[in-house]
């Protein structure tokens, strides 16, 4: 199993080869389209975490000692920093989770996705995963 | 012509390396350099409280609040200058109306508004009616976007007290028909209050042609600042109602008895306004009265049917709110994309829309759609700027299909 800290350097590399951000986006865009499907069964209301623009569901799952998480949204671009917050979280182990910083966010300029202004969630999304992980790291 | 955009400091903004081209101007629009300066003077030399000190400053700024307040009587062509009251905006001018009918509506009466009204026009009625037993009633809206007249008529009677109604539907673009629906208000014996907040800087306003009761806009989308609104109302019933704040300014005689309440306007303007604002605001005011609103809605006008053609030009793009007689806003969705999606790449792109449900959640459920992206002019836009958008849009579009 990789860490979240490899993970996250793979992440910071592959980005650091597009020099604009219609490559940035473009691949985005991709990882979004690429991402598992949420089934039906999972994306209930009481999965939806609310975003004033961008509606994002997120589902966990324990599996054995570590969390997977699935989840999905309706606007592409949301998507894709989804598909890279579970490849980064997913399968570790709840106290990790819990600690991780998300640096690499912030190191490929996509920080604004998460700011508040911008309406669509994944704030909101990256708290949801670690409450989770609290969760059954006391269960 | 003089390039108007030369006259709005703010418009020779760089994003992402590209010229900011404006299109949100539904929500805000840009400050015009005199209402900028305007502040900064206010600040430099003439600060003090107003109606309140014998000395130099207080006399200055007392006279120039004023003189604003003559200009935004001529601007809508009020009877009198007390007609006219200051408040924080348009929310703050429907909730100050609002709260005075809550002490006078009793149960059993009823208020009209629309399906198309802005959640600021909705929210406070609501309020009035849980304080009241007042019953609220929804005038429908069309495929179109356009109020259902013949239902308004079935719902109007003498049970009605008031209509609150949007001029220009902030959503939709719609300009409603409201001097129509005055008169039909009026047979039934119900005031009426426009919500003017998307019409005051893009149609001409003659509340005594229209024979309006109540009228309310903002300064902030009429190239004035923020914090700074109106609330038109007849004398005789702005006379009539309760009064709302309590506090200085407001008052006759205060004793612990007994307070007596000030005349109109200071009726309704309890604790120091927004002096700057207002002042500023009418610099504003100086600048549509001088290029005149006709001109600019011609521009406008101009602007509106260029966007709409080329927006109809493009495969899969939906325009919600096709009615005749529109202002310069255009909602439309994409197929299969999601208006966020739309807006993230745009704003990349340099051009400023704005997505989501405007504050207009009724108008979303009747479409049946989560959001739309809005473009609105104001007359510093260019039809250059509207070529530029759809080239990212289209742009946008198919990176995103
Ligand atoms: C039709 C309409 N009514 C009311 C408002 C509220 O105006 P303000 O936020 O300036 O109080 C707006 C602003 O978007 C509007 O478009």
């Given at each position: 199993m990789k860490s979240i800290q490899n993970i996250e350097e793979e992440i910071v590399e592959e980005f650091s080869m597009f020099d604009s951000w219609i490559d940035k986006y473009d691949y985005l865009i991709d990882l979004g389209k690429s991402l598992d499907i949420l089934k039906d069964e999972f994306k209930i209301k009481e999965n939806i975490i609310a975003g004033c623009q961008s509606q994002v569901w997120l589902h966990a799952e324990n599996k054995n000692d570590t969390i997977e998480y699935h989840a999905d949204s309706d606007a592409i671009m949301t998507k894709g920093i989804i598909a890279l917050l579970i490849r980064v979280l997913s399968n570790q182990r709840p106290n990790d989770i819990i600690d991780a910083k998300l640096d690499f966010i912030k190191t490929i300029g996509l920080e604004e996705q998460l700011s508040q202004t911008r309406a669509n969630g994944l704030k909101s999304m990256i708290k949801q995963m670690k409450i989770y992980a609290l969760a059954y790291k006391h269960n | 012509m003089i390039d108007p955009k030369k006259s709005f400091p703010i418009l020779e903004t760089i994003v992402n390396e590209n010229k900011l081209i404006y299109f949100d101007n539904a929500a805000t629009t840009q400050k015009h350099h005199s209402v900028i300066d305007e502040i900064t003077k206010f600040y430099n030399k003439e600060n003090s409280n107003i109606h309140r000190g014998v000395h130099y400053l207080s006399q200055l700024s007392t006279k120039k609040f004023e003189e604003s307040r003559v200009a935004v009587k001529n601007f809508i062509n009020a009877k009198h200058n007390h007609e006219i009251i200051f408040t924080r905006g348009t929310t703050d001018s429907i909730n100050l109306l609002a709260s005075c009918y809550s002490k006078i509506l009793k149960s059993g009466d009823e208020i009209i508004i629309s399906e198309m009204e802005h959640h600021s026009n909705i929210v406070p009625?609501?309020?009035?009616?849980?304080?009241?037993?007042?019953?609220?009633?929804?005038?429908?809206?069309?495929?179109?976007?356009?109020?259902?007249?013949?239902?308004?008529?079935?719902?109007?009677?003498?049970?009605?007290?008031?209509?609150?109604?949007?001029?220009?539907?902030?959503?939709?673009?719609?300009?409603?028909?409201?001097?129509?629906?005055?008169?039909?208000?009026?047979?039934?014996?119900?005031?009426?209050?426009?919500?003017?907040?998307?019409?005051?800087?893009?149609?001409?306003?003659?509340?005594?042609?229209?024979?309006?009761?109540?009228?309310?806009?903002?300064?902030?989308?009429?190239?004035?600042?923020?914090?700074?609104?109106?609330?038109?109302?007849?004398?005789?019933?702005?006379?009539?109602?309760?009064?709302?704040?309590?506090?200085?300014?407001?008052?006759?005689?205060?004793?612990?008895?007994?307070?007596?309440?000030?005349?109109?306007?200071?009726?309704?303007?309890?604790?120091?306004?927004?002096?700057?604002?207002?002042?500023?605001?009418?610099?504003?005011?100086?600048?549509?009265?001088?290029?005149?609103?006709?001109?600019?809605?011609?521009?406008?006008?101009?602007?509106?049917?260029?966007?709409?053609?080329?927006?109809?030009?493009?495969?899969?793009?939906?325009?919600?709110?096709?009615?005749?007689?529109?202002?310069?806003?255009?909602?439309?969705?994409?197929?299969?994309?999601?208006?966020?999606?739309l807006g993230l790449i745009l704003d990349k792109m340099g051009v400023a829309i704005r997505t989501g449900h405007h504050c207009t959640q009724p108008v979303m459920k009747k479409f049946n759609i989560a959001g739309t992206s809005r473009v609105s002019f104001a007359y510093y836009n260019t039809t250059e700027e509207i070529d530029y958008f759809i080239l990212a849009l289209k742009k946008a579009i198919k990176m995103l299909s």
């Open positions: - | 009625w609501q309020m009035c009616c849980e304080n009241t037993g007042a019953k609220l009633k929804i005038v429908p809206i069309t495929e179109l976007g356009e109020l259902d007249l013949n239902e308004f008529k079935n719902l109007v009677s003498s049970k009605t007290k008031l209509v609150s109604i949007t001029h220009i539907s902030n959503s939709l673009g719609t300009i409603n028909p409201i001097k129509k629906i005055i008169n039909l208000s009026h047979e039934n014996g119900a005031k009426v209050l426009i919500d003017g907040a998307q019409a005051a800087a893009h149609v001409n306003v003659d509340v005594q042609d229209l024979n309006v009761d109540y009228y309310c806009f903002s300064a902030h989308k009429l190239y004035g600042p923020t914090g700074v609104g109106v609330l038109y109302g007849k004398e005789d019933l702005l006379n009539h109602l309760p009064p709302y704040q309590g506090g200085g300014e407001m008052i006759q005689e205060v004793t612990f008895e007994k307070t007596t309440y000030a005349c109109l306007p200071h009726k309704f303007e309890a604790g120091t306004p927004n002096i700057g604002g207002v002042i500023a605001f009418k610099k504003a005011i100086d600048f549509l009265a001088e290029t005149k609103v006709e001109t600019m809605k011609k521009h406008e006008d101009h602007l509106l049917n260029y966007a709409t053609e080329s927006l109809n030009n493009i495969n899969g793009i939906r325009i919600i709110g096709t009615s005749k007689k529109k202002s310069a806003i255009i909602s439309f969705t994409v197929e299969n994309i999601h208006h966020y999606d």
